[in-house]
Nanobody
Framework: QVQLRESGGGLVQAGGSLRLSCAASGRTISTVAMGWFRQAPGKEREFVTSIGYIGGTTNYADSVKGRFTISRDNAKSTLYLQMNSLKPEDTAVYYC?????????????????WGQGTQVSVSS
């Protein structure tokens, strides 16, 4: 498995922006898809976005389309999530994940490595 560590979370006002990073170590991530999930208090973990192994394809949840952008730098073994126009409903713990697939899947079961998460809080 690959070890994943998220960073970049914090508190921001509605309409603001944050950029999350996920540093990978252990095995290479250049041959697998990567993704971001989130879990709000009292809710189940949900898919946010994913990206194919070379970054050519992406997949977004409807709730974040047009506001969030996923990207990756395989040379740096790092995944990113640029979050703009943040809303209070985006408040959650955000998790980075590495897939068992090479394509941009949205299924949680397709991911086998998870980070510890980083808190994102958006105030109204």
């Amino acid at each position: 498995q690959v070890q994943l560590r998220e960073s970049g979370g914090g508190l921001v006002q509605a309409g603001g922006s944050l950029r999350l990073s996920c540093a990978a170590s252990g095995r290479t991530i250049s041959t697998v898809a990567m993704g971001w999930f989130r879990q709000a208090p009292g809710k189940e973990r949900e898919f946010v976005t994913s990206i194919g192994y070379i970054g050519g394809t992406t997949n977004y949840a409807d709730s974040v389309k047009g506001r969030f952008t996923i990207s990756r730098d395989n040379a740096k073994s790092t995944l990113y999530l640029q979050m703009n126009s943040l809303k209070p409903e985006d408040t959650a713990v955000y998790y980075c994940a590495a897939a068992k697939k090479f394509y941009a899947t949205s299924r949680s079961a397709d991911f086998d490595s998870w980070g510890q998460g980083t808190q994102v809080s958006v105030s109204s």
